[in-house]
């Protein structure tokens, strides 16, 4: 598959999703936190999930999430009430890296909105590492 298809593939996705960002529905991250979806759990605590992405674009590639979405679909739509769980999930950011080796250089990346490639609306933050980054991003 050629970059410039998987980009508009994952642009497709990402635009199908956001038509049903208010629906409540249950997402695959729900699923995951119930357990009816198995993952690969590499950080666990009593407010956030990790666990490796399935497609990796990075050798250490984690998805942290809230347990309890509370409405916080995305980043866009934080607020006041979200202050702690927002913050708790950057500390367990540096706690994936530290158990995973990658404490000397590692990304935290959010994607909010189809156009930046939001793709499951549950906030979710990407815990990056293992190889060199590049800059600018995307």
Known sequence: MSSVSATTDEEASAKAAAADV???????????????IPSTVVYE????????????????????????????????????????????????????AEKEGILHGFRVVINDGPTACQSVYHLHLHVLGGRQMKWPPG
Do not use: C, M, W
Request: hydrophobic content about 40%.
């Open 45 to 96: 605590d009593e407010k956030v999930l990790g666990f490796r992405d399935i497609n990796p674009q990075a050798p250490v590639h984690v998805l942290l999430i809230p347990k309890a979405r509370d409405g916080l679909t995305q980043l866009s739509k934080a607020e006041a009430r979200h202050e702690e769980i927002l913050g708790h999930l950057l500390y367990a950011a540096k706690k994936v």
């Open 22 to 36: 208010d629906s409540g529905a249950t997402t695959i991250f729900d699923k995951i936190i119930a357990k009816e």
